[in-house]
């Protein structure tokens, strides 16, 4: 396994560029569940450029209807990110201090993660954000409502 280091500025890059409208070569999950996972993976993608095609558990985006759980659900994106030892990202849960760019933070509502954002600045100590379904560009964390944040910091990603 090869380790690729992670490119904190292009998944930032990514994410202030689609944060209020869509990149056409994605399906757009508003209507479906939420999109905010969906824009996530695109924007972790960007940052590490490698893909898990492995059945079930991977984390890829083909198209619509070939896609992995994991690219576009919540839950199933965190599992991998922290499971994944493997191609593809993989990631630690970190306290929301040790956070950096490019990272996400998933929202709980105390019984299931809900929301995917991802970090893209910071205002003190405070991060902002981008996200979709409830669009958002450089939205303060302290904005949001929820029961607990969930920090992923993104360590890089393995390629075969």
């Not at 904190?8 to 209507?31: E, T």
């Not at 095609?53 to 896609?67: A, H, L, P, T």
């Not at 379904?133 to 409502?145: G, K, N, P, V």
Request: aromatic share 16%.
């Amino acid at each position: 396994m090869h380790f690729i280091e992670y490119n904190r500025q292009a998944a930032v890059d990514y994410a202030l560029k689609w944060a209020l409208s869509r990149n056409p070569n994605y399906y757009d999950f508003d209507g479906a569940g939420g999109d905010c996972t969906n824009f996530a993976s695109q924007c972790v993608y960007a940052g590490c450029k490698v893909m898990n095609y492995e059945k079930d558990i991977g984390w890829y985006y083909n198209s619509v209807n070939d896609r992995a759980a994991a690219w576009s659900g919540v839950e199933y994106l965190r599992k991998f990110l922290l499971n994944n030892n493997s191609a593809g990202p993989f990631a630690s849960s970190v306290s929301l201090s040790h956070l950096q760019l490019g990272d996400l933070i998933q929202l709980n509502n105390g019984f299931e993660y809900y929301h995917t954002l991802v970090v893209t600045g910071f205002s003190s100590d405070t991060p902002l954000v981008c996200a979709h379904t409830d669009d958002s560009y450089m939205r303060s964390l302290d904005t949001y409502y929820y029961n607990f944040a969930s920090a992923l910091h993104i360590i890089g990603a393995g390629n075969r």
